[in-house]
């Protein structure tokens, strides 16, 4: 199991059927919504964007070495252990708990350190 944070994105529930469809165009697999918060204020102006936390079902390694490239043509598409490394700071504790949580159980790529 792999979760992903697409960072700056606004999402509604109508939208996971293009983000799919995106996701399937880059060769990368499919997502699943898990959630979205705001990151609070702090460093520098990377305070108060809507950040999306999906499940990621890969069907196979190809799918994960090519997202771990391609993605940052992109942006703002983390593993969510960097994500967590990387912007712990501004993470509602609350939001910080949940996601370390998920990290933890799900042995997830690029877990980083705290």
Do not use: C
Not at 37 to 55: I, L, M, S, Y
Not at 83 to 88: D, E, G, P, R, V
């Amino acid at each position: 199991m792999i979760y992903i944070v697409w960072t700056a994105l606004l999402y509604s529930n109508k939208d996971i059927t293009g983000i799919n469809e995106f996701f399937a165009k880059q060769g990368w697999g499919q997502v699943k919504y898990v959630l979205q918060f705001k990151t609070k204020a702090g460093q520098g102006g990377e305070g108060g964007r809507n950040d999306v936390v999906f499940k990621w079902a890969t069907k196979n390694d190809n799918e994960v070495g090519k997202f771990s490239i391609e993605r940052f043509k992109w942006g703002g598409f983390h593993w969510l252990g960097d994500y967590i490394a990387n912007n712990s700071g501004i993470i509602p504790s609350k939001v910080l708990t949940k996601l370390k949580a998920m990290r933890d159980k799900a042995g997830d790529y690029g877990a980083g350190t705290d």
